[in-house]
């Protein structure tokens, strides 16, 4: 009974989204998203965040890892690397090393240790 009550206050909640601003584009994402791209920040709603110095795809692998694991509060232990995994890193060098110093400067050390992981395999 309490986990239907849960459930019912989860989907009556309102998402509050936040912008994300490059030099190329806008992406709105949901704030809970927004924050594990920016550990320690307080976001309010209708704030625009600014990554001046990444390129969208980038930004975008950023975004969807942060999706991906949105929800977990440890990083997944090494036996599960599943297809999910090969195919975000199936990208060019200059881009996962990109990524890599955007993981290092934005404190994702999640998405770090990956790429480092992915890296030494190779």
Not at 14 to 25: A, F, G, M, Q, W
Not at 51 to 59: E, N
Not at 61 to 81: A, F, G, M, S, V
Not at 82 to 110: H, P, Q, S
Request: net charge negative; glycine share 4%; hydrophobic share 35%.
């Amino acid at each position: 009974m309490s986990d239907v009550n849960n459930n019912k206050k989860a989907e009556n909640k309102p998402v509050v989204l936040v912008e994300l601003h490059n030099k190329e584009e806008t992406i709105i994402v949901e704030k809970s998203i927004a924050d594990r791209l920016v550990p320690g920040n307080e976001l309010t709603q209708n704030e625009h965040l600014v990554f001046p110095d990444l390129g969208s795809a980038v930004l975008q692998k950023l975004i969807l890892w942060t999706c991906y694991h949105k929800n977990e509060t440890q990083p997944r232990p090494d036996e599960d690397r599943c297809a999910w995994y090969r195919l975000f890193f199936d990208m060019d060098l200059d881009v996962l090393n990109e990524l890599a110093k955007a993981a290092d400067g934005y404190g994702i050390t999640t998405l770090s240790e990956y790429i480092h992981r992915h890296d030494a395999s190779e």
